[in-house]
């Protein structure tokens, strides 16, 4: 559908895209990561042809629509949310007035004979129009998508000026998916949705029959829409074919590749050396030596990978230790502009429990939190910290609190514990601050970059109670990943609000669910909530449309056979897929001992007696590994099609 052929792309000193091949198949499902300020974004702006390239050719098949939802500097031409939604459908739109026009023509009694029925026949030709493209289905779609993304029958008519930056972003993904474009291309969809939102959003991906390329840092989302991954690395794309699961393991297994390709590369250079030292003086070698040196100087060479962030690992100082209730709410109630927000919350946080805040957009959450930091006082009811509770709150306005003068280095060293000192750097640069941006004063910085200082800052004051809105909204997933370690390890107790379903799991022991101005409890881990969240949402989807409970005999036999024939096919597929397995084993046994052999050869300072030899013995050694790395990355791609066949 989309071919990028040796495209660049340069802001500047900043390399964006290096002499890149890619090809953007009908149907791909590609997840886009790298670290913030690859050039994700900008990638995605130069397959809609906002940007050009600097050299090299973007080829579109005449078919191509593209849908791009940008993570922000969205444009509405409407005034009420429905209007803005349903201009997805403007040719059905334009139809419709169209005939309301000729309708109120046919009514005037002052057009008669001919002219009326002229009119009369164009009428029928739209009315037969409308209903070839179905334009029924505008107000039942619309209204099915926008109260998918969690808008209420009543925000319908209200104008989208009243709703804020993320609520607009829904509405500009509602009118995306509406439209049904061919290739969809989402930057950072769930920054601004809710559980209940993104578990809608997938089950409408499921069905959605175009290609679709995906930035994002939510590391679920990503497995759960994606069967390929691009990394944007320093200019180049490398590819991974699976979820991001599957490209976490690959390239771990890439690295170690690399690893002994550069160990075994510089055992055979150290031998040539030698072979040159040893016989450089003798004119009857000179032939031979030079032949060598030669082979050093046109010898690709290997690298060994960068270290990164990742395995930075850090430790929230101690603390003295609280009281056994940390945190008692009793009959909290609160109020906004008359509207009540929730009403008799009562919750309590017990030494050493980590626990989730969840809840719908605009439910409350992020109130009742400043409730519990004592920013706002509750209408009624009491709130009540434990003994020696030592809290830190974090949210997002916090960034504004910061010191601009200072830089990155003297504002996270002004909270630092004296042990902290020396780890301060490390710190940093799990946060995305690297090398001479801890240099920087903070006035700088961006919004994004401001949060993420602050919760660097807030995570390094000794405290046995940590509340956290929304931490993981500007960080990406490696930093989540030591974010998330760092909590795992911390000894005091935890409320968080999140939608990140990756940075929960394994990390919560309770979820309270704040819904329809209540607290509804659900013990045990965030998985188990979620798959409860998961099937009373598909259970209400379908009452929704008219399903009873119970179903008639002759649907129950339809659904046998479909499930008997299912069961079948995938029985055949696990066959096909453990044979390939078999297949692809047995040729990697066979190719391992080639390689053995091979490099038993290269290791032979002998062999580089004879020029043609050794040059057609390395040729067979780089086909062998080669081969061996497209096969182990495709017996990996099997393996996970074979584990999914096997789990359904």
Known sequence: MIRLNNVSLAFGSKTILDTVSLHIRRNDRIG????????????????????????????????????????????????????????????????????DKLHVQLEDPSIKGEDHQLLLDHYAHLQ??????????????????????????????????????GWQMRVALSRLLLQEPNLLLLDEPTNHLDIDSILWLEEYLKEFKGGLIIISHDRTFLDRNTTRIWELEKGKIHEYCGNYSFYEVEKEKR???????YVNQQ???????????????????????????????????????????????????????????????????????????????????????????????????????????????????????????????????HAEKLNSQNTLLQEIESVAPFSMIPHVRHILGAFLFSG????????VLSGGEKSRLSLAKMLLKPTNFLVLDEPTNHIDITTKKILKNALLDYAGSLLVVSHDRDFLDGLVSRVYELRNGKIHVHLGSFRDFLEKKTSDLFKEAEGSEGRGLSQTKSDETSLQKQQYLLKKEQNARKRKL????????????????????????LSDPMLYNDKEKSIEINKQYKTVTQELDALYTRWETVHLELKAVGDN
Do not use: W
Not at 51 to 73: F, H, K, M, S, W
Not at 358 to 387: D, F, Y
């Open 32 to 99: 886009l990561i790298g670290p913030n300020g690859t050039g994700k974004s900008t990638l995605f702006k130069l397959i809609c042809r906002s940007v050009e390239p600097g050299a090299g050719d973007l080829i579109c098949a005449r078919d191509t629509n593209i849908g791009y939802l940008p993570q922000e500097g969205f444009v509405f031409r409407k005034k009420t949310v429905f209007e803005e939604a349903s201009s997805a459908f403007e040719d059905i739109l334009l139809l419709k007035r169209q005939i």
């Open 128 to 165: 037969h129009q409308l209903e070839v493209v179905n334009g029924a289905k505008v107000d039942a779609e619309t209204g099915k998508v926008l109260k998918g993304m969690g808008f209420k029958e009543a925000d319908f008519g209200k104008g989208i000026s009243t709703f804020s930056g």
């Open 255 to 261: 690295k170690e590749l690399q690893v002994a390709r």
């Open 267 to 397: 055992k055979r250079i150290k031998e040539v050396e030698r072979f040159i030292e040893r016989f450089r003086a003798k004119n009857t070698k000179a032939s031979q030596v030079q032949s060598r040196i030669l082979m050093l100087e046109k010898m690709e060479k290997e690298e060994l990978p960068e270290d990164v962030v990742e395995r930075v690992r850090f430790k929230f100082p101690p603390s003295k230790q609280s009281g056994i209730t940390v945190l008692d709410i009793k009959d909290v109630s609160h109020t906004y502009d008359g509207r009540l927000i929730f009403q008799d919350i009562c919750l309590s946080i017990e030494r050493g429990e980590k626990v989730a805040l969840v809840g719908q957009n605009g439910s409350g959450k992020s109130t009742l939190l400043r409730i519990i930091a004592g920013v706002e006082q509750p209408h009624s009811g009491t709130m009540k910290m434990g003994h020696n509770v030592l809290f830190d709150y974090f949210a997002q306005e």
């Open 436 to 443: 001479d941006d801890v240099f920087k004063t903070v006035n």
């Open 578 to 601: 453990s044979k390939e397995i078999q297949h692809m084993e047995e040729k990697i046994d066979s190719l391992e001992t080639q390689k053995t052999e091979l490099d038993n050869r």
